[in-house]
């Protein structure tokens, strides 16, 4: 399920996974960067199974209103959408049912900005 945590390991709704060999994927990339692939239609219409998710570390000073973020938590990680409407942070899921359930970005929250998407 999308909006519970997940652990850097496979699970049932996202699966981390080297990147060096997709194209066009330098070292430098591949250094700052990790990739997770979506696993079934839990985070629809925003993303559906077998997208791929390309994340870069440490970005939060890049993330800007409307972003896809991965938040982590001493419980885990979650895939989010950043809001700063209001000037306030937080962080919304990404699914529509849910996404009024918006959770505050606190100054210690480490967050990592989805800089592209694989399609599939």
């Not at 919304?92 to 990592?112: S, W």
Request: hydrophobic share 35%.
């Amino acid at each position: 399920m999308a909006g519970s945590p997940f652990h850097f390991r496979e699970n049932e709704c996202l699966e981390l996974f080297d990147i060096t060999h997709l194209p066009g994927i330098t070292k430098e990339t591949a250094r700052r960067c990790y990739a997770l692939r979506v696993q079934g239609d839990s985070m629809i219409p925003f993303h559906k199974d077998e997208d791929i998710l390309i994340v870069e570390k440490d970005s939060r000073k890049n993330i800007r209103h409307g972003d896809t973020v991965v938040c982590h938590h001493l419980e885990g990680s979650c895939v989010r959408c950043f809001d700063l409407t209001n000037s306030i942070p937080k962080l919304r899921p990404l699914k529509l049912d849910r996404y009024h359930e918006a959770e505050p970005v606190f100054e210690l929250t480490k967050i990592d900005k989805v800089v592209f998407v694989i399609f599939s």
